[in-house]
């Protein structure tokens, strides 16, 4: 994996060393993501690595219900318990349990209205979803289901309206490293038609040698077309 980061000459050598600072934590941002996203989505649809995604042909993708586009909250919340059905019927709905889902898949189950009379739709409803939904307060959307975290990644991609939903127990994920995390730094890089050397600047890049892989794949189910909209 490698990420990087770009900044002048003249902040090189005129900052003070909260500069470096700063410029670490980008770079270890850029490293996270990098991870975050091979452990979820895989280096490629078409590889049996990675993560859920990745191994694809490998981990349940629950088709109870088809696609996850039903209306209203009775209803997304009869296909999650079907997804998490996955795991009980594998005996593997323990541990760290967790779904994950693109922020947009989140703000959709936060906005569903509930149907309380004969004839209404969730579009004239009133009020937001409640249990086996929970709601938690805070800056950052967030919600239970059935006492499971609902987690977000903005790795997760979204296409054509549909984003995919995980739900497993995320301590059978490893993540392995091989060797330390190298920096280096460069004033001669180019990218196209941008250079370190014609723009005065500094290029820092981060790399480092990781694996992602799934211990236990009757651990992990998904959902790959939830409708966003």
């Not at 078409?46 to 042909?57: A, N, Q, R, W």
């Not at 088709?63 to 593997?92: K, P, Y």
């Not at 296409?159 to 490293?177: E, K, M, Y």
């Not at 211990?215 to 939830?226: D, E, I, P, V």
């Given at each position: 994996?490698?990420?990087?980061e770009?900044?002048?000459?003249?902040?090189?050598?005129?900052s003070?060393?909260?500069m470096?600072?700063?410029?670490?934590?980008?770079?270890?941002?850029?490293?996270q993501?990098?991870i975050e996203?091979?452990?979820l989505?895989?280096?490629?649809?078409?590889?049996d690595?990675?993560?859920?995604i990745?191994?694809?042909?490998?981990?349940t993708?629950?088709?109870?219900?088809?696609s996850?586009s039903?209306?209203?909250?009775?209803?997304?919340?009869?296909?999650?318990?079907?997804?998490?059905?996955?795991?009980?019927?594998?005996?593997?709905?323990?541990?760290?349990l967790?779904?994950?889902?693109?922020p947009?898949?989140?703000?959709?189950?936060?906005?569903?209205g509930?149907?309380q009379?004969s004839?209404?739709?969730?579009?004239?409803?009133?009020?937001?979803?409640?249990a086996p939904?929970?709601?938690?307060?805070?800056?950052?959307?967030?919600?239970?289901?059935?006492?499971i975290?609902?987690?977000?990644?903005?790795t997760?991609?979204v296409?054509?309206?549909?984003?995919?939903?995980f739900?497993?127990?995320?301590?059978q994920?490893?993540?392995?490293?091989?060797?330390?995390?190298?920096?280096?730094?460069?004033?001669?890089?180019?990218?196209?038609?941008?250079?370190?050397?014609?723009?005065?600047q500094?290029?820092?890049?981060?790399?480092?040698?990781?694996?992602v892989?799934?211990?236990?794949l009757?651990?992990?189910a998904?959902?790959g077309?939830?409708?966003?909209a």
């Amino acid at each position: 994996l490698t990420g990087y980061e770009i900044m002048s000459r003249r902040l090189a050598t005129l900052s003070n060393p909260s500069m470096e600072i700063l410029v670490r934590q980008d770079l270890a941002e850029l490293i996270q993501l990098a991870i975050e996203y091979a452990a979820l989505m895989g280096p490629s649809a078409s590889t049996d690595y990675g993560g859920p995604i990745g191994v694809k042909t490998l981990v349940t993708e629950s088709t109870n219900g088809g696609s996850l586009s039903a209306t209203g909250i009775a209803g997304v919340a009869d296909q999650l318990i079907d997804l998490l059905g996955v795991l009980q019927d594998a005996n593997t709905a323990k541990g760290r349990l967790a779904f994950i889902t693109s922020p947009a898949y989140l703000r959709k189950l936060l906005k569903q209205g509930l149907i309380q009379y004969s004839g209404q739709t969730t579009l004239t409803g009133t009020g937001y979803a409640q249990a086996p939904f929970l709601m938690l307060g805070g800056p950052e959307p967030r919600m239970t289901f059935m006492g499971i975290p609902i987690l977000t990644s903005t790795t997760i991609t979204v296409a054509s309206s549909l984003s995919p939903i995980f739900v497993g127990d995320w301590s059978q994920l490893l993540i392995g490293q091989w060797g330390d995390l190298a920096l280096e730094a460069s004033t001669q890089a180019a990218v196209g038609s941008a250079s370190a050397w014609v723009q005065n600047q500094v290029w820092i890049k981060a790399l480092i040698d990781m694996d992602v892989a799934l211990r236990r794949l009757s651990s992990f189910a998904w959902y790959g077309q939830a409708n966003v909209a």
